[in-house]
């Protein structure tokens, strides 16, 4: 019995060593920018997630604005989906998945500020949500 359970064990085991987390992502995205990972700064990360920005649809856009002032809460699409917190603390699913975490950057970014976010943006946003209690 042991022995058929030790290779599933191990694959598992295996993966999650896989898993990111985020202070991987902090660290990528500082090498990215070309700053050290100590140079982030969460209170622009949470300025950046605040701010509203004009939007060519007419409404002004932020990320808050979908995903809620708290991102240790859920959030709702502009169609009412629900979105699961942000903030690690609270969803310990949220910066695992490296694939994920671009894709939605990328999604999201494009969405409200109509461009792809740096390197320093992402950094700072996500030295903010793993800093929050």
Known sequence: MIKRL???VLLLLSVSALADAPADF???YAAQAGVAASTLSPARGEAFYRLERAHPAGAKRSCAGCHS???RQAG???VGKRIEPLAPVVNGARFTDA???????RRNCMDV????CSAQEKGDFVAW????K
Not at 99 to 105: H, S
Not at 129 to 132: C, F, I, T, V
């Open 6 to 8: 030790a290779g599933p």
């Open 26 to 28: 902090t660290a990528r």
């Open 69 to 71: 002032v708290d991102p």
């Open 76 to 78: 709702r699409t502009r």
């Open 99 to 105: 694939a994920k975490v671009e894709k939605w950057f």
């Open 113 to 116: 500020l109509q461009r792809e």
């Open 129 to 132: 949500l793993s800093q929050l």
